[in-house]
């Protein structure tokens, strides 16, 4: 007789449904799993068949074959051991054909039968309730990642016996009830802890309100990274889609720390080493790389030049989509990566043109080339370019009130309101204007036009630039609470062009 349990499989961050079929038939004793399995899971049958053993189940000793359906869905991962070992016994124990389909089942076994957690536990959730299912049996370590997010019925279950019985009836097991989103931990860092650097953090605040991307350019030491890690702490809460979309992303990466949901928003710092897969994703199971895991929050490449070049160019789709696509030879999936990006780089291949602490001894040419590795598309998507100095030893000593991230947050989150007004979006930034919305939304007066046109004639800007600085003017302007473009506003958006201006 032919029993039948169901599953999933994650293609990306999706889970789709998987039909576990057994069939035991007379013959030879054998055990085979069909319908495309990776190796992970063609490796389960020893996990599976000591589990059943040891924990006192019947173990057919007959020709078991096992048929992962629809066959054209690439099965990988150890989440299919519960499932498949399920399908097997449930024949012998007779459990009900009918109640054994109420429910979507994963996890790995371990030899003794325990249940370790799965992959992408929350994007099953949504497959169930989308499936209209009586509920989900889930390792008890994936328990909290679903329960934040979904009021689906969740069984959390610990060992393969338990599952047995529940499943015959034998036993009741408590559902997991919903829980509110617990209030978030906040971050250590403050804005307020570094000391000068008023222009550049400045700028991170005009980055944020408008979600436009940045370089900033400056000799090591200077704090780049120091003020980088410190942009999530002026950025809006998450909302509970954003928490929800990111927790998916961990999830199905298996990297979500105690089980918690994604509360903060990320901050990513991959190493210009990394390979293009961990940063872009992909595999031959494509998994999300660090542009996914900087969803809704901060992407920081320090060393920007440095990255790969195909590294650096497959950052232009995520940058104006929101989004990659993996492409392999059978199947292309997409994964979400909607970041801020943030980016750093010397002044030179020596880092310290400019700086008046160390000479360069770079050549003019050699600076240029350094330059150039970053390519003409990639500085297209970034809008604000600023030099970060270094900051005099003198300086530390100086006692000064520095802005606390408290309060720059409140000015960035009044400007994400005008924009929310202005677009009627939850989720649109005037980083992201097209060129009719520039149109529309930045008109200039008589005087603003004047002062742009001059720059426009001084620094030979191109119309890309041109409008990159009416974006800036507009996002200036809702920093001000100001529905009028000013051409103070224009003179600020001019300065945050630096590259602009020096060897470019
Ligand atoms: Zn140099």
Known sequence: MVYKSLTYTLIGIDAYLVEVESDISVGLPAFNIVGLPESTVKESKERIRSAIKNSRLPFPEHR?????????????????????????????????????NKFLIAGELSLNGEIRRAKGALSSAFLTKKLNLDGIILPEENVF????????PIYPVKHLLEVAQFLKGEIEINRVEKRDIPVKDFSSLDFSEVVGQTYAKRALEISAAGKHNVLMVGPPGSGKTMLAMRIPTILPPMTIEESLETTMIYSSAGLLEDDKPILIRPFRTPHHTASEVAIVGGGTNPKPGEISLAHNGVLFLDEFPEFKRPVIEALRQPLEEGKITVSRATLSVQFPADFLLVSAMNPCPCGHYGDESKPCNCSYSQILKYRKKLSGPILDRIDIHIEVPRIPVSDFRKVSQEESSEKIKERVMKAR?????RFGKD??????????????????????????????????????????????????????CSEKIESRHVAEAIHLRGMDREFI
Do not use: W
């Open 145 to 152: 990642e679903v329960s934040y997010f979904t009021d689906i």
């Open 417 to 421: 309101d005008m924009q929310r007004i």
């Open 64 to 100: 078991i074959t096992i048929n992962l359906a629809p066959a054209d869905l690439r099965k990988e991962g150890t989440s299919f051991d519960l499932p498949i070992a399920i399908s097997i016994i449930s024949s012998a124990l007779n459990i009900s054909k009918e109640r054994l």
């Open 427 to 480: 989720n649109f930034f005037n980083s992201r204007m097209s060129n009719s919305q520039v149109k529309k939304y930045c008109q200039l007066d008589q005087l603003s036009i004047d002062l742009l046109e001059k720059a426009v004639e001084k620094y030979k800007y191109s119309a890309r630039t041109y409008n990159k600085i009416l974006k800036l003017s507009r996002t200036i302007a809702d920093l001000d």
